[in-house]
């Protein structure tokens, strides 16, 4: 029998426990989560055994998986390096960066507490537990950042998630960061921007947004997302965000230059370069690749 902690029960907690409770390994599912509505509902729909606070049932666990926000999982590590815990127990987590985490957990790997950094790269705009679902991280890539865990005990949390057939890839911290500042992290800030300018531009405007086609509302779907959470995640990859903001206002400084001037060669180049990726990003998603 293996007992597993996890600790936030929202978007991605509940879903992570949705998944495992369908792996042929024979669970026990205690779930720790502040809210009081939360914990009932997957109580009553079978999806965690039982309520627990993590620091009091955290010597119960052999996997403890951290799935608040970023900055809650950051304090949480702190908590757990002063908590007994079972010798052989991995903690691992599912927060949106890696740097800071991984910096967090030291002083649990110092006490020789086994800590893998991970994260679903599959999520939703929305959030909590009446939105997870078992196939919400199907077929998606999970970052792994190695920490001190050993290959069995990535082989067993792996198999607690085969049923989702993901695409497990392993980097380190500094590159998850980077990779994920590009095509998360910085998606969001534009999103939410695109969202805000418009509105802004548009405030006298009678008909306004509400004539947003389906491009508007695409590019900006996540801009819906939960600003508590993605504030914890800005904090917590400033430095690369900001950098990549920069790169970001020069590359629109000269598509703005080219429309300007009517370089009509140029803003061609421009499409053409995005549609050619975007296009091949769906034919490898089509693909399985
Ligand atoms: N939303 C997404 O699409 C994705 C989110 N992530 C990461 O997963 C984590 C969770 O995100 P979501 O599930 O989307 O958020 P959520 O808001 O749906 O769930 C977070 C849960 O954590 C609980 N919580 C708050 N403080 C807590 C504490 N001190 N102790 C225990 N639980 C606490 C909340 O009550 C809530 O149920 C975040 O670190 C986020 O960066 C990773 C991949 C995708
Ligand atoms: O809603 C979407 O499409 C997302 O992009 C979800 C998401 C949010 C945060 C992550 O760290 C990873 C994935």
């Keep these: 029998m293996t007992t597993i902690l996890i600790s936030g029960l929202g978007l991605i907690g509940s879903s992570m426990a949705r998944v495992m409770k369908q792996s042929a390994a024979e669970l026990t599912l205690l779930g720790d989560d502040p809210n009081d509505d939360t914990a009932q509902f997957l109580l009553d729909q079978g999806i965690i055994d039982e309520r627990v606070t993590l620091l009091d049932a955290a010597n ?11 900055s809650v999982i950051i304090k949480q590590l702190k908590q757990l390096a002063n908590v007994l815990l079972k010798p052989n127990v991995l903690v691992t987590d599912v927060g949106s960066s890696k740097t800071q985490v991984m910096a967090a957990a030291k002083d649990l790997e110092n006490r020789q507490i086994a800590f893998m950094g991970g994260h679903p790269m599959a999520g939703s705009h929305q959030t909590g537990a009446h939105a997870g679902r078992k196939h919400l991280f199907d077929h998606a890539t999970y970052f792994l950042v190695n920490g001190t865990q050993t290959t069995a005990q990535t082989k067993s949390f792996q198999a607690l998630l085969a049923t989702a057939d993901l695409r497990w890839t392993t980097v380190s911290a500094a590159e998850h960061d980077a990779l994920v500042s590009s095509i998360s992290h910085v998606p969001h800030v534009l999103a939410a921007n695109l969202v805000n300018t418009a509105a802004q531009q548009l ?10 086609a389906g491009g508007f509302k695409s590019t900006t779907r996540i801009a819906a997302s939960d600003p508590r959470m993605w504030t914890a995640i800005m904090l917590s990859n400033a430095d690369v965000i900001s950098d990549q903001l920069t790169t970001y206002i020069d590359q629109l400084k000269l598509i703005q230059a080219a429309i300007k001037s009517r370089d009509a060669d140029q803003i061609r180049h421009f499409f053409e370069r995005a549609k050619a990726i975007r296009e091949q990003l769906d034919h490898d998603d089509s693909r399985g690749k």
Excluded: E, F, M, Q
């Design 203 to 212: 405030r006298h405007d009678p008909v306004g947004l509400s004539a947003a």
């Design 60 to 70: 119960r666990a052999d996997i403890i998986l951290l799935a608040g926000p970023v």
